[in-house]
C-alpha cells in the first residue's frame, strides 16, 4: 500500500512543494506536473477563493500530488471549507499559543477525537494541519522577519527546528528559491516550499528579457 502523504510528513521524510497565489487549475496543474509532492493554495493571501478549490485540488490530484490550502483564519469554519472541498490538508497562519495549536488540530479531527462537522463532497480520509508561528509570542525574542542570513532571524530558525525535532515534529519552511531550501534541507526541515507560481514568473520573465534585449 503506497504511503499517504500524511503519514511522509508524520515520518518527517523531506517534501518539496509550491505556492499558489494565482487562482488558476491550469497553473495549479502545471506546478504539481513539475514532480512536487504538494502545492499550497493560498487562501489567506493569494487569489483564490473557497469556490476554486474543488477544480484547483481535483488538478493538483490529477497531476500526482498534493493539494493543501493555507486558510485565512484559525477558525474552525474555514478550516472545515478548505477540507471540506478537496484540500488534504490545511496551513493555518497566526497561531500564538499552544491552546490555539490544539484548538485549530481539533477542527481537522472528526468526533471523538476533534470536533469538525460531517460533511462535504470532496473531503479526505486523513486530513492534517500545520500551524504557523508568526509572531512574538509564538517564537519568543523573533523581532522581525529579516533575511535567513540575518543572525537573529537565524537563531530563532534554529530553536524552532531544534523544538520540533525533540518533540518529533515535522518542520516546515518557505523558501524563496532552490538555493535556499536546500540549505534548509540540510538544516533538518522536511516540508518545503521551494516555488511560488507569481514570482516564478516575474523572474523567469525578467530574465529571459534581460537576455534578449540589446
Known sequence: ???????????????????????????VR????AGLDYVVIDLQHGGAAEADLPAMTSA??????????????AH????GRALDLGCEGVIVPNIDSAAQARQVAGAVRYPPVGYRSVGGVLAGAEPFCLVM??????VADLEATLDPDDP??????QRIWMACAAAGKPVGVHATDGAVARRYRDAGCTLITTAVD???ITRDTAA???????
Not at 474552525?76 to 478550516?79: F, K, S
Request: zero cysteines.
Open 30 to 33: 502545471l506546478l504539481a506536473a
Open 198 to 200: 507569481a514570482t516564478a
Open 152 to 157: 537573529v532571524l537565524n537563531r530563532t530558525l
Open 60 to 73: 493538483i490530484r490529477l497531476a500526482g500530488a498534493t493539494p493543501i490550502a493555507r486558510v485565512r483564519h
Open 1 to 27: 500500500m503506497a504511503a499517504t502523504f500524511r503519514s511522509r510528513l508524520v515520518a518527517r521524510e523531506t517534501l518539496y512543494g509550491a505556492w499558489s497565489v494565482i487562482p488558476s487549475a491550469l497553473s
Open 76 to 79: 474552525t469554519a474555514d478550516i
Open 133 to 138: 508561528a508568526e509572531s512574538a509570542d509564538a
Open 208 to 214: 529571459q528579457f534581460s537576455l534578449a534585449r540589446p
